[in-house]
Nanobody
Framework: QVQLVESGGGVVQAGGSLRLSCAAS????????MAWYRQTPGKQRELVAA???????NYADSVKGRFTISRDNAKNTVYLQMNSLKPEDTAAYYC???????????????WGKGTQVTVSS
């Protein structure tokens, strides 16, 4: 069993900043990848940023230069620092982890429940 606790969402004016956090716990042997996705009503969930255990990072073109993903391996936590926010960044943000579980070393993925980010103009 894995738990993901997301925090940091809220309402902010355009140009402002927010920092999202996602802490993973449970039957985790190791975490390969941690990522943030976002989704608005009627649209597909899209990748915002991802970071691997080796430190490789991938960003959506729409957030490059504004968002920064980082992780604390000791805490199994991933962060998303969001600066220069725009109204089009308004969405539900979801954390996803790709991990190896402790009991049979299977590689699995797990999603958080999401946190809402609203950027007002």
């Amino acid at each position: 069993q894995v738990q993901l606790v997301e925090s940091g969402g809220g309402v902010v004016q355009a140009g402002g900043s927010l920092r999202l956090s996602c802490a993973a716990s449970g039957s985790i042997f190791s975490i390969n990848e941690m990522a943030w996705y976002r989704q608005t009503p009627g649209k597909q969930r899209e990748l915002v940023a991802a970071i691997t255990d080796g430190g490789s990072i991938n960003y959506a073109d729409s957030v490059k230069g504004r968002f920064t993903i980082s992780r604390d391996n000791a805490k199994n936590t991933v962060y998303l620092q969001m600066n220069s926010l725009k109204p089009e960044d308004t969405a539900a943000y979801y954390c996803k982890v790709v991990y190896v579980n402790t009991w049979n070393r299977a590689r699995l993925q797990y999603w958080g429940k999401g946190t809402q980010v609203t950027v007002s103009s």
